[in-house]
């Protein structure tokens, strides 16, 4: 069990000195967690405000409150004597900071790599991940599919979990000797402070397209999010610290000047030859891909992948990047990679017998969906259909743009639901259809998913390539009432089933 003072946490401040002994055995931002000696942060969230929440926790064993200087919580205080209340204006970020503490800052210890963008963030971990692994280095990863530390899988609710059980892994991590951290920062992580106090070595930039908009309101506004990423880096302890960027990411010129400004080093790839890393494309196949990798102009090796589309070619050479720009074997690491395939991304669930190919995609915004359309057309099919929805409760500015990208690059669409969650069906297809008007496309409403599904693999001909897009991984589906299980691949394997016995 873990045991501190408060003044491991706050030092040089009269207000709290009568307070520095009180022992601090947890920390939590739920009242029901709450235990005996504990910190208790009034988090105001979406749905609940912790600050409602104070006696709760003082009933459970809270011995310390933080809570945000907007609240007035006078009576209380008044009440509670022999309890400790620290006031913040920034409640999430020193959440972060007494996290940290309370775990002795493990990120001090572990070389950790952070991966932000739009998409190719969970198939880039997974390949860093990876090439640790063929190294014989254990690693820790944090991301949208799962928690891994070691071998030992984690449930995982967020892309990026809130900072005290980030810190929370990182130490468990150091206590068994894992010295490597792979994990994702999203916009809304980053903007909430659950990154701050990582000490990062290196930060990889994917890219950045249309995203969350519904809750950044504008494309700035959610790169400036992004950007963070990078003031972390520059914050960290750490004595080498490298950006790696994407070369063809919009924002290119921006994102760079205001890591210069930083005053970090910075390391490109692309698939033209001023990157750093830069891959010259051999062959794109329904199998895999194969390319030349140089570095900085010179020829390393030929590159081979069963993961497909252009766009994991960038990813892959994010990896090799950070791999080799930290003194790991490049031969081994191009070894490592050949023959990954990340769950849910250009998950092909077809196999030799079929005459069509069938895969699943997370692409859930619209350059995704562009990115994985123009990867299948690469391919060279008869046509390309494409299974798709928006979620509801999220940024409405995207759904006409999802149409409008496959009625560009698919020869037909099957429009279904994705999670409803609590919006009107109605509202949502209305929203999409917006932006097939004035196209002459051929697409069909298909409410139900599985039908969907199913409606597509029954209509498809020899040499056609079925794009499933939008859950990925994911095995659920939310209703406004109720979320069931479901999984795209489950249900084209069902669907292939009942079509070819």
């Known amino acids: 069990m873990i045991k501190k003072s408060l003044k491991d946490f706050i030092t040089n401040s009269s207000t709290y000195e009568k307070f520095y002994n009180l022992e601090i055995e947890g920390i939590a931002y739920n009242s029901k967690n709450v235990l005996a000696n504990y910190i208790f942060f009034a988090i105001k969230g979406i749905k609940s405000d912790g600050h409602n929440y104070i006696e709760n926790a003082i009933e459970n064993g809270a011995i310390c ?45 572990i070389q950790t790599v952070g991966i932000t963008g739009t998409n190719g963030k969970t198939t880039t971990t997974y390949l860093i991940r990876e090439i640790l692994k063929h190294h014989g280095e ?12 070691g071998d030992t899988v984690l449930e995982t609710k967020l892309t990026t979990p809130e900072s005290l059980e980030m810190q929370s892994i990182f130490y468990t991590s150091k206590k068994e000797n894992v010295l490597h951290a792979v994990m994702e920062a999203s916009s809304h992580a980053l903007e909430f402070g659950r990154c701050d106090f990582i000490n990062y070595d290196a930060i990889i930039f994917t890219n950045i397209t249309e995203d969350h908009l519904d809750y950044h309101k504008t494309i700035e506004k959610y790169l400036d999010a992004k950007l963070k990423a990078f003031d972390l880096l520059k914050e960290s302890t750490k004595e080498k610290k490298t950006v790696i960027i994407n070369k063809h990411t919009d924002y290119y010129e921006k994102i760079c000047e205001y890591v210069k400004n930083l005053g970090i080093n910075i390391v490109t790839y692309g698939l033209d030859s001023d990157s750093d890393y830069y891959a010259e494309i051999i062959s794109l196949d329904i199998k895999s891909i194969q390319y030349k990798l140089l570095i900085r102009g010179n020829f390393i090796k030929n590159v081979s992948l069963r993961l497909l589309g252009d766009f ?6 994010s990896a090799l990047a950070y791999a080799n720009e930290y003194g790991l074997d490049i031969n081994t690491s191009i070894e490592a990679i050949k023959n990954i395939q990340v769950s849910g991304r250009f998950e092909i669930v077809t196999e030799n017998a079929h005459n069509f190919i069938v895969a699943v995609d997370y ?36 759904r006409p743009m999802m149409a409008s990208i496959a009625a560009t690059y698919s020869d037909k669409a099957y429009l279904t639901l994705d999670n409803q969650r609590t919006e009107q069906v109605e509202q949502i297809m209305d929203d999409i259809e917006k932006g097939f008007e004035g196209k002459n496309f051929n697409y069909v409403k298909i409410e139900d998913r599985k039908l969907a599904i199913e409606t597509a693999i029954n209509e498809a001909t020899e040499n056609d390539i079925i794009i499933i897009a939008g859950k990925g991984h994911e095995t659920y589906q939310i209703f406004p009432d109720k979320t069931i299980h479901f999984d795209d691949r489950e249900e084209a394997r069902i669907a292939l089933l009942k079509r070819f016995s």
Not at 70 to 77: F, T
Not at 78 to 98: M, P, Q
Not at 138 to 149: A, D, E, F, Q, R
């Open 363 to 398: 692409s859930h915004t619209p350059d995704s969906l562009k990115n994985i359309l123009k990867a299948a057309r690469a391919l060279k099919p008869n046509k390309v259909l494409v299974v798709f929805g928006c979620g509801g409760d999220r940024d409405r500015l995207k």
């Open 312 to 317: 994991n070619v960038l990813n892959s050479l």
């Open 65 to 109: 409150i933080v809570y945000e200087s907007s609240y007035n919580v006078n009576e209380i205080i008044k009440k509670h004597g022999n309890i400790c209340f620290i006031k913040t204006d920034n409640i999430r970020h020193l959440l972060a900071e007494f996290s940290s503490k309370f775990f002795d800052e493990p990120t001090k210890d």
């Open 138 to 149: 254990k690693s820790t990863l944090i991301g949208t599919i799962t928690n891994i530390v």
